[in-house]
Structures are given as structure tokens and as C-alpha cells.
């Protein structure tokens, strides 16, 4: 018995062809991370309790290449290398997201509150 291919009521919205206005595009994204990622040297900024250490490839799998984390929310503090900085996989994602950790509000609170935060 052949079947039919199924047939959606509503169609796929479609992508949109550039980001909303105030949102930065593919390029702007791309140098900034690479901003964090030179300022950082690329070593992970964030030092939580279990951090990898070490260099983090530029690129790579998500869970050994560098993340760029947000200590901010991106919608209402924007892309900005003031509120951004560089986090391995256990930091950014297993510490900050999963567990809750608290990060502070600037790239310049950094130093002190890594002191409070010591591995």
C-alpha cells in the first residue's frame, strides 16, 4: 500500500534573512568572541571549582573548544566585551547553568570576585 507524504496546515516559518534591529549580526558575533578570546589569551577566566585549565582551542567540539559567556543577559546588556569573558566547558555551562553559580556583573569585577570563588 503506498502512503502519501504528509502535508503540514501551516507552513515552516522561514528564517529570517537579518537580525532584528539592535541585534548584532553573524560578523559582529564572531569578532567579538574573538576579542574575549585574545584578551583572555585563551584560558578560561572564570577558574570555578573542577575547570579544566589550560588553553582552549579557538574552534572545535562544544566541549573542549572556549565558550563566550555572558555574565550579563544579552538582551537587556547587549554584546558588549565589558560584560563577557571567556569559560570552559565546566565553568560556563556545568557551574554557571546547571548549578547556578552566580558570576559578577562586569569583566572589571572579574579579579576580585575570582579571589571569593578560588578552586
Known amino acids: 500500500m503506498k502512503r502519501s507524504p504528509i502535508k503540514r496546515r501551516v507552513p ?4 529570517r534573512a537579518k ?26 577566566e572564570l577558574r570555578l571549582k573542577g575547570c ?4 582552549l582551542p579557538w574552534d572545535g567540539d562544544v566541549f573542549t573548544r ?3 559567556v ?3 543577559a ?22 554557571s547553568h546547571v548549578k ?3 558570576l559578577p556583573a562586569t569583566y572589571a569585577e572579574l579579579p576580585e570576585w575570582r579571589l571569593a570563588h578560588a578552586a
Open 12 to 15: 515552516l516559518r522561514q528564517r
Open 19 to 44: 537580525p532584528r534591529r539592535g541585534q548584532p549580526t553573524a560578523s559582529d558575533k564572531a569578532s567579538l568572541r574573538r576579542f574575549v578570546y585574545d584578551r583572555a589569551g585563551g584560558k578560561c
Open 52 to 55: 579544566k585549565g589550560g588553553v
Open 66 to 68: 572556549g565558550h563566550l
Open 70 to 72: 555572558h555574565l550579563r
Open 74 to 95: 544579552r538582551r537587556r546588556f547587549g554584546w558588549r566585551a565589558e560584560t563577557s569573558c571567556l569559560g570552559c566547558y565546566s565553568c560556563h555551562i556545568e557551574q
Open 100 to 102: 547556578g553559580v552566580k
